[in-house]
């Protein structure tokens, strides 16, 4: 009772506990505050959230020039609007007359492709399907060298279905497009190269015994003849860096058996998946950081000529390579042995064109190149004067490519707000916070222009995207372990204003017991 | 021992909520293999089982083999044998039994210093000759190693770190890389490796440049405790942090499969946090356990190896890069007798039956090859430039003649 007494008579005790509250609230908690927490710049959640939610596909407009039967019509385009990925916008227009000229004077595929590829412009991205009139004395399906199909009215339907479902987007690329995760199980996608924006392309030509041989091939002729056009056409879609270099000295570990039947030293294809590991380390991979490939050029040793890999069945390959997934591809180019009183190193000259040829296929099946070799009964025309591919090639890989980096680019966002909503101390620097929201503008202008069926925009916007997405999500200050989760921030803060708060607490009990005891005086006054 | 404790060895689920649910194909279940990835003794099961409509069952044959076909949704399997059961699990040939990877890539992590921690650097540099000597180039594996062993001071054979004390092989070699060094060992430079998220001036030599189908060889040894690992007597990795750092490679689509090997005291408890999928564990020990180290070498004075490392050592030395021994092979390289410690493994987040996976798979890089049938029909390019290439080579093997000499070691300027 005196406690009280006493406590009653002086308020300042509880004056000066009330002080304290107000000052630990109103001045402490504040100042804590904005001197503890971190900068974090604000990201669009809301909009990765609702792009990651919209479904994607590709929009082709495929014309038909000419009268096909409606039946056909009708079928054909619900076959092609089975495929989940890319719709198809048909419509049908009859040829004009320089069209009708051209068509019935062509004689040959290529003459006849010449004439309409000048007459019907087709926009990038789409295509045309031609309907030839029966006279004429080619194949059923012929697909053009520059987005055009020509197909009689007489073609079965669903060569002409899958052959317009290959040319606009690899099969396997289209059902990427719609898991997260890429399809193990399938030899076809684990040989493709990961969708990068730039690879390191290098030719390598190994001369295990140069005393023997004196090799000359001009490198750089033979890329700036074969390999140049194309990688200038790629430049947008990806792009190539092309270097070469010449290994001396240097063999493949192999033991091959000689074939008296063949007359030649037979390498069974059971050797081949080891043979590249000596030679890795000496290819210069080491160099550069983009994804590299290495087509090498193999000059065999001299008592190992002529050197032929032989297929499991025992037949010499013709090709004489081999191609290792997402790495490059290996050949053997073989040299006439020496005659017997001739001068060491003789001068040996390669087939430029053989070798540029293999390296293109082995290119073609990295990259990957759509092709219809598969599809029977139909005729592709290639391009005639140059390695270049054809537009429609172009167009897939394009397309394929756009598919694979709207996936990536979903899950690096989504990854990216997961973890950083995760850790909520985590520094979100300006400069992240640049990269996501630009990642997440040309992502959305990316979607757009593929519903449009803007191709090259598309793969513009998706190539910056995927760039500045890559660069946000590894920033070297995204790192998790630099910042202490939050259950550790109770065990740092809670011995700093416990011993605190906890007088103040208990003072505070006493204003409370004078504030009653004033109002109980009041009432009872 | 009930459904939901049998660990999922090759496809199906983990059976969590009491039933096993099967796809289209036969299953029979190895009892003692799960009994040891659950290092619970074996004793007899009671069996009883429900059927969905349109499964069949055989029933248990008298050698008490039990074998699943088709949609059969399990209750409880609680079987009662005689003897030991022998029920063989596996999903006949299924496409997971192909090869799935592209490249392999090692990282081989030792996490302690000074010299009387001799034997964790012998343990990773021997690692590091069979990863080698397997197939995988330089530039696919990363070696984190304090590297304070070959120039040391108390080191009475220098240059040299030797894993036996018959001293038959130097491990230390001479043509050895060691990507992170000394000081350079830490947890932080551990995690940005695994994450991908290095400083930009980092070389290549020091990046983990994996992809969807990289097979990753992750060895780690040093002195750990119960959750984590110690770096450098400094500072410590918990397993927390690991399994995160898993997932975020896991994500981000940098490995097709991890297969993740630690050689420490209680080494079991650095993977029992792990959630992402495709990751095979092997510990040297349980929680609770100490790994132990196998002989000294009395010429050099300290412990040279460690003993599940040297039985491991033992078992890769017969490894050659097309051999087809079984990654089942592998882990059952170190029984309690000669390891003294148990072995603990980490089946459930592995999709693939071990004993259908090659060792090659992880410690070697045997690659898928395509012999290429058809090549492309190319016009003939560059007809006018024929002549100028005769000319031009030509002109260059002329110039080739010319003597060679050495340039000038030091610039001399001259006055």
């Known amino acids: 009772m005196s406690k009280e007494e006493d406590n009653a008579k002086n308020p300042e005790g509880a004056w000066a506990a009330a002080g304290f509250a107000v000052v630990l609230l109103v001045v402490g908690v504040p100042v804590w505050w904005f001197t503890t927490t971190v900068y974090r710049a604000q990201l669009p959640y809301s909009t990765i959230e609702t792009l990651s939610s919209q479904l994607r596909h590709h929009t082709v407009g495929v014309t038909i020039i000419g009268s096909l039967p409606p039946s056909f019509q009708e079928d054909l385009v619900k076959s092609l609007g089975s495929m989940q990925s890319v719709k198809f916008l048909m419509s049908q227009r009859q040829p004009t007359k320089e069209e009708r000229q051209a068509l019935h004077s062509g004689k040959t595929p290529d003459e006849l492709d010449r004439h309409m590829s000048q007459l019907v412009r087709v926009a990038a991205g789409m295509l045309a399907v031609v309907v030839l009139p029966e006279a004429m004395e080619i194949k059923e399906v012929v697909v053009g060298t520059d987005r055009l199909i020509y197909i009689k009215a007489t073609a079965d339907l669903q060569v002409v279905s899958s052959v317009v479902r290959n040319m606009v987007m690899d099969p396997l690329a289209s059902r990427y497009a719609f898991t997260n995760r890429p399809l193990h199980h399938k030899k076809e996608a684990m040989r493709q190269v990961p969708t990068e924006p730039g690879y390191d392309v290098t030719l390598t030509l190994m001369v295990p015994e140069p005393h023997r041989t004196k090799i000359e091939w001009d490198a750089r002729a033979a890329v700036t003849d074969y390999l140049s056009p194309v990688v200038k056409q790629l430049e947008n879609v990806s792009k190539l860096t092309v270097r070469s270099q010449v290994l001396y000295m240097t063999g493949l570990s192999v033991s091959p058996q000689w074939s008296e039947a063949h007359k030649h030293y037979a390498l069974p294809e059971n050797q081949l998946p080891l043979t590249i590991n000596a030679i890795e380390a000496k290819l210069g991979s080491f160099v550069w950081t983009r994804p590299s490939l290495h087509f090498v050029v193999y000059i065999p040793r001299e008592k190992q000529l002529p050197l032929h890999i032989h297929a499991a069945d025992g037949s010499p390959l013709p090709s004489n390579s081999f191609l290792v997934p997402r790495w490059g591809g290996v050949m053997i180019h073989n040299v006439p042995t020496a005659a017997p009183n001739v001068s060491l190193p003789r001068p040996v000259t390669l087939d430029s064109h053989w070798i540029m040829s293999t390296v293109l296929t082995h290119l073609h099946r990295l990259l990957p190149i759509p092709s219809l070799r598969e599809i029977e009964g139909v005729e592709t025309l290639a391009m005639k004067d140059s390695s270049m591919l054809t537009a429609w090639q172009l167009d897939g890989l394009a397309r394929a490519r756009v598919s694979a980096y709207l996936s990536n680019i979903r899950i690096t966002l989504q990854s990216l707000c997961e973890l950083v909503g995760e850790i909520s101390n985590m520094v979100i620097s300006d400069e992240v916070g640049g990269w996501v929201w630009g990642a997440v503008e040309e992502w959305e202008e990316c979607g757009r222009a593929t519903r449009e069926g803007r191709l090259q925009d598309a793969t513009l916007y998706c190539t910056r995207s995927f760039t500045q997405a890559d660069a946000a999500f590894f920033h070297p200050s995204m790192l998790a372990l630099l910042y202490f989760p939050d259950n550790q921030k109770y065990a740092i803060y809670v011995p700093l204003f416990l011993p605190v708060s906890i007088p103040v607490l208990l003072s505070l009990k006493m204003v409370f017991g004078l504030c009653r005891k004033s109002s109980t005086k009041e009432k009872n006054e | ?415």
Not at chain 2, 24 to 47: Q, Y
Not at chain 2, 355 to 365: D, I, N, P
């Open chain 2, 1 to 415: 021992m009930r459904l939901q404790e049998l660990a999922m060895i090759d496809g199906g689920y983990w059976a969590q909520t009491g039933s096993l649910g099967v796809g289209e194909a036969t299953w029979r279940i190895n009892m003692e293999r799960v009994a040891t990835a659950l290092r619970s003794p074996w004793h007899t099961l009671g069996a009883s089982y429900t059927l969905e409509s349109g499964a069949h069952l055989s029933p248990p044959p008298p050698a008490c083999s039990l074998r699943i076909t088709a949609r059969v949704r399990l209750a409880s399997l609680v079987t009662s044998c005689p003897g030991p059961l022998s029920v063989v699990y596996d999903q006949g040939v299924s496409e997971t039994s192909e090869k799935t990877h592209t490249n392999n890539w090692a990282v081989l992590v030792d996490t302690s210093r000074f010299w009387f921690n001799y034997r964790h650097v012998a343990n990773v540099l021997s690692m590091y000759r069979s990863v080698k000597r397997l197939g995988i180039p330089d530039s696919q594996i990363i070696l984190m190693v304090a590297d304070d062993m070959a120039c040391n001071p108390r080191n009475p054979r220098p240059a040299t770190v030797f894993n036996n004390a018959h001293q038959h092989i130097n491990v230390y070699g001479e043509d050895v890389e060691v990507d992170y060094r000394g000081y350079e060992v830490t947890v932080e430079n551990f995690v940005r490796l695994l994450t991908g998220r290095l400083a930009p001036s980092t070389p290549r030599s020091k990046r983990l440049l994996t992809d969807d189908g990289s097979n990753i060889l992750i060895y780690m040894t040093g002195h750990g405790g119960d959750g984590f690992l110690k770096f450098q007597d400094s500072e410590e990795i918990t397993n927390v942090e690991l399994a995160d750092a898993f997932e975020q490679m896991w994500q981000k689509k940098r490995y097709n499969e991890i297969l993740f090997i630690i050689d420490t005291c209680q080494a079991a408890s650095m993977y029992e946090h792990f959630y992402s999928p495709n990751i095979l564990a092997i510990a040297s020990s349980l929680v609770g356990e100490d790994s132990l180290s196998h002989h000294v070498d009395p010429a050099i004075g300290v412990y040279i190896i460690d003993r599940f490392t040297y039985y491991a050592l033992e078992f890769l030395e017969r490894v050659t890069p097309d051999s087809k021994k079984t990654l089942a092979q592998f882990l059952q390289v170190c029984p309690k007798r000669v390891c003294i410690s148990t072995v603990g493994v980490r089946l459930d987040l592995y999709k693939r039956d071990p004993s259908r996976v090659l060792v090659t798979e992880f410690f070697g890089s045997v690659r898928n090859v395509e012999l290429t049938t058809r090549v492309l029909d190319l016009p003939k390019c560059g007809g006018s430039r024929q002549v100028a290439v005769n000319k031009s080579v030509n002109t260059r093997s002329s110039k080739a003649t010319k003597p060679l000499h050495y340039a000038s070691q030091l610039p001399l300027h001259h006055s």
